[in-house]
């Protein structure tokens, strides 16, 4: 039900639930360069974190929609490497996300 990619110069995302929901970063990563992002989906809201910082949110209803062998994508159409994925089982925070970020930092 979750998706995070990068294309045109941008960071999108999708959250499925009752219908296909996308939210793109405001933030324009610059080719070659590190980036943390972090997609964070609970209590009716999604956030996309870019470098330990909110950079996009907005609303969302519904539950997670399961599509029958429908996976999580990571990297679609994505050049470069992705490193260290994880998913839990709760949504993180601001202050989750900053603490990730910084261990993590270049």
């Not at 110069?9 to 943390?36: C, D, L």
């Not at 992002?37 to 209803?61: I, M, T």
């Amino acid at each position: 039900p979750y998706r995070i990619y990068a294309n045109a110069n941008k960071i999108f995302t999708t959250v499925r639930t009752s219908g296909t929901n996308y939210m793109q970063s405001v933030a324009v990563p610059e080719p070659g360069s590190w980036y943390h992002c972090a997609l964070v989906y609970g209590k009716g809201q999604r956030q996309l974190y870019v470098n330990g910082q909110l950079d996009n949110s907005g609303a969302l209803e519904g539950d997670l929609y399961f599509l029958a062998n429908q996976a999580t994508e990571l990297g679609f159409e994505f050049i470069g490497s992705i490193d260290e994925v994880k998913i839990y089982n709760r949504a993180l925070d601001a202050n989750d996300i900053e603490a990730l970020y910084q261990q993590h930092a270049p």
